[in-house]
């Protein structure tokens, strides 16, 4: 089953742009990946960006893909995974352009 991490802007946003993920998990799923959501991740015991970011990494590294949400420029998280995803050769994309790649 191929894995797919979902990135995106969290920081400053109603809810931490979790409902944004959250269905973006479900539609991935659906396509038959393995999704690696970090909306669905505990708060970290030191409850700072870099604890969030470090268990995020974590993920990501296990992952083949990484789909990108709306905005995710705008956020520091998910330019940090965005590089770090075309360095490890990684398969990035747009959210809306992960179903057409669901029978490559």
Known sequence: MKRIYIAGPMSGLPEYNYPAFNRAAKQL???G?????PAENPEPVCK???GYMRMAVAQLVTC???ALLPQWHTSRG?????RLALDL???VADLDMIGDWSNG
Do not use: F
């Open 29 to 31: 799923r659906s396509l």
């Open 33 to 37: 990946y393995h999704v690696e959501n």
């Open 48 to 50: 700072t960006w870099q």
């Open 64 to 66: 083949d893909t990484v």
């Open 78 to 82: 998910a330019s940090v995974e965005h």
């Open 89 to 91: 050769g990684l398969r």
